[in-house]
């Protein structure tokens, strides 16, 4: 079977699995409708060309060609594209890798509409597949790599009980699984 270097399609399916179990006692998730994990594939990348066609994001605060994070992205070794659905809506894309730690958030978006009834869910949802992919991999951590400002990083310490670091001038931010 062709396997892309870095893309492990089994380990995927698993992790996806398991965050997927973890993730159905959430209220405020099951309120929302039906969530669904799948990877980041040609399928989520069309739903996020027609339903995200008017992204205001830019990068570094999202925005992201996603299409051309995963061509990069999945060169990587332990590379993990994920979308996120509720019901048929795109509601987020994360790409993450692994590091000797941790298992690394590298890009992280939600849904661009401003009136979104998941607003601040896809970091739950990208944490706690961040949480199985470490688990999985052995890593004692999960890092949300390059958060771009201080008002993310205050979300992420105070909401999820992260602490921010800097490593070679990049602001992230960490937990201990």
Known sequence: ???RRGYEPIVAG?????????LRAH???AAAGRVELTSLD????????????????QPPEGGWNWRRVRQTEEKHHGHLGVA??????????????LNRTAAVVRYLEG????????????????????ACYANHKKR??????????????????ETFGMTSAV??????????L
């Open 1 to 3: 079977m062709f396997r």
């Open 14 to 22: 698993q992790v996806l699995e398991n965050a997927r179990e973890n």
């Open 27 to 29: 209220p405020v998730l």
């Open 42 to 57: 040609e399928t989520a990348l069309a739903a996020w060309t027609v339903q995200w066609a008017l992204n205001l994001h």
């Open 84 to 97: 996120i659905w509720i019901d048929d809506r795109l509601i987020g894309l994360a790409s993450l890798g």
């Open 111 to 130: 849904d661009p509409r401003p009136v979104s009834r998941v607003r601040g869910l896809v970091a739950t949802v990208a944490l706690e597949v961040a």
């Open 140 to 157: 004692p951590e999960v890092w949300l790599w390059d958060v771009t400002n201080q008002r993310l990083v205050n979300f992420y310490c």
């Open 167 to 176: 490593h070679d001038g990049v602001v992230f931010c960490r937990k201990e």
